[in-house]
């Protein structure tokens, strides 16, 4: 069976950062198309069968991309002495996540401008990809005896 939308796959996976220190190495199962994968991972994959193994590099725009849209904060709600071009740490209010922040602009009103950086955006990734099982995402059946005892009730 081969991989396309909507398949559950079982996959060994490495990820690197690009001649620099491993990210993942792990074996993981996830649905083709639905949003859990890197994209550019998920092109590389399409129409492979079990047994297939890929590797090389994904460019940053196909990894974790580039770097986030632009937002205006407070400079109140930055530790000690903000600077143009310095990044950040912290936890996004909205989403509890950890995020890096980079300052853009400052502005006589109090506020910054602020760019929300993925840690690994703008970075190249190495990968190393075998596909293990390709299946259909349905469950199983329920066997005779389950179907019987639902109708009974």
């Known amino acids: 069976m081969k991989i396309e939308k909507g398949r559950r796959v079982t996959l060994k996976i490495e990820l690197a950062i690009y001649r620099g220190e491993t990210l993942e190495k792990k074996t993981v199962e996830y649905i083709h198309g639905g949003g859990t994968m890197l994209p550019g991972i998920e092109r590389i994959l399409k129409g492979l069968e079990p047994g297939a193994k890929q590797e090389g590099v994904l460019k940053a725009k196909d990894a974790f ?56 955006a703008e970075k190249d990734i190495e990968y190393k990809l075998e596909v293990v099982k390709v299946s259909d995402p349905a469950p199983p059946p329920l066997p005779a005896k389950a179907l019987k005892l639902e109708e009974e009730s």
Request: aromatic letters at 6%.
């Open 65 to 120: 991309g580039s770097v986030g849209p632009i937002k205006k904060l407070k400079k109140k709600e930055f530790p000690g002495d903000v600077e143009v071009g310095n990044t950040y740490a912290g936890t996004d209010p909205a989403t509890k996540m950890n995020i890096v922040m980079r300052v853009e602009e400052m502005h006589d009103d109090g506020t910054l401008d602020v760019r929300f950086l993925h840690p690994l």
